[in-house]
């Protein structure tokens, strides 16, 4: 639960920071979430030893980002560069809306559904759908497989994106409870990352063990 909690006290320190722009702040929060697949690196490693019969420990998942190879790296560096793309584009779309009296999220709630900003309002929610999909896609089982196996980059988000598109229905609907228990987890002031963080980051592991056959794979070394 301590990966939740961190999640949690990382969202505050983004609201805190960006508490006099709400623009700058659903682009940040969103934009966080971005990243949230590489952020479960310590699940994986927990749910992995489970699984080998081995006692997980915290130390365990310290040294899983101690130790994070190349490739894992270069993911977390493509998240990264994702999720500073999205605040950028997001800020700018919402940005023409942020005026006048518009200081509150509520403010612009009731300015979009008066028809006026529901132009930039609704790009804004197909921009972040078409983002959140490819990211969901290249990152759905690659994150615990180069954890759990020595391959590059390159194939680890191709399994994952192939491994989405082999199995749509059922990837969709994860898609939806991630979204469904994302959303939950904000509307209780952050505070329910503390539960669906692990809850996702050990279910993702197991998505990946049921979803690749990765016997043919070169196994990572500890």
Same mark, same amino acid.
């Given at each position: ?13 983004? %609201? ?12 940040? *929060? ?20 489970r699984e080998q019969g081995r006692q997980p420990r915290l130390a365990d998942a310290v040294r899983a980002w101690q130790r994070g190879t190349r490739p894992l790296v270069a993911l977390g560096l493509l998240l990264f560069a994702a999720a500073t793309a999205w ?5 700018? *779309? ?39 999909? %490819? ?47 994302? *959303?939950?987890? *904000? ?29 043919? %794979? ?5």
């Open positions: 639960m301590l990966h939740g909690v961190l999640v949690f006290i990382a969202g505050w320190v983004i %609201l805190a920071l960006a508490r006099n722009s709400w623009p700058l702040m659903a682009s940040a *929060l969103s934009g966080f979430v971005l990243v949230a697949p590489i952020l479960a690196t310590g699940l994986y490693e927990l749910s992995r030893r605040v950028v584009a997001s800020t700018l *779309l919402l940005g023409p809306l942020a005026r006048g009296t518009l200081t509150q999220p509520l403010d612009f709630l009731r300015y979009a559904v008066d028809g006026q900003g529901w132009l930039l309002f609704s790009l804004w929610l197909l921009a972040g759908g078409l983002g959140a999909a %490819l990211v969901f896609a290249a990152t759905a089982v690659s994150a615990p497989l180069l954890l759990d196996r020595a391959v590059d980059l390159r194939t680890a988000v191709l399994t994952s994106v192939r491994a989405v598109g082999d199995n749509p229905l059922p990837m969709a609907l994860w898609a939806a409870v991630i979204m469904l228990a994302t *959303l939950a987890s *904000l509307a209780t002031a952050l505070a329910g990352f503390v539960l669906t963080v692990p809850v996702i980051g050990h279910a993702t592991w197991h998505a990946y063990r049921d979803l690749v056959d990765a016997k043919a %794979l070169p196994t990572r070394v500890d």
